[in-house]
């Protein structure tokens, strides 16, 4: 079993920045990746940003975020952190991490464990 805890949400007027981080804790994967998803009212789950916990932190990205938002980790802390810069008010969503066996992967279907979500507000 894996836990996630998501933190670093919170309110902010287009154009912030804010750190989310997933601290990871339970059963360590010889090998895995961690991804984040959002979830806007009304909207299905999407893919946002991967990285490959090792094979030299492989990253993957939404086209919507390419270029705003950086994924990385701190193995040593086992967590994960999404930087978002220049925020839209398009960005609002619940935000998720979650966990998957092998290498990254934009489908939610695939990933095990999830976080209980934090939440993303931008005001216009």
């Known amino acids: 079993q894996v836990q996630l805890v998501e933190s670093g949400g919170g309110l902010v007027q287009a154009g912030a920045s804010l750190r989310l981080s997933c601290a990871a804790s339970?059963?360590?994967?010889?090998?895995?990746?961690m991804g984040w998803f959002r979830q806007a009212p009304g909207q299905e789950r999407e893919f946002v940003a991967a990285?490959?916990?090792?094979?030299?932190?492989?990253?993957r990205y939404a086209d919507s975020v390419k270029g705003r938002f950086t994924i990385s980790r701190d193995n040593a802390k086992n967590t994960v952190y999404l930087q978002m810069n220049s925020l839209e008010p398009e960005d609002t969503a619940v935000y998720y991490c979650?966990?998957?066996?092998?290498?990254?992967?934009?489908?939610?279907?695939?990933?095990?464990?999830w976080g209980q979500g934090t939440q993303v507000t931008v005001s216009s």
């Open positions: 990285i490959n916990w090792n094979s030299g932190g492989v990253t």
């Open positions: 979650a966990v998957k066996y092998a290498s990254v992967s934009v489908l939610s279907t695939e990933y095990i464990y």
């Open positions: 339970g059963r360590a994967f010889s090998t895995y990746a």
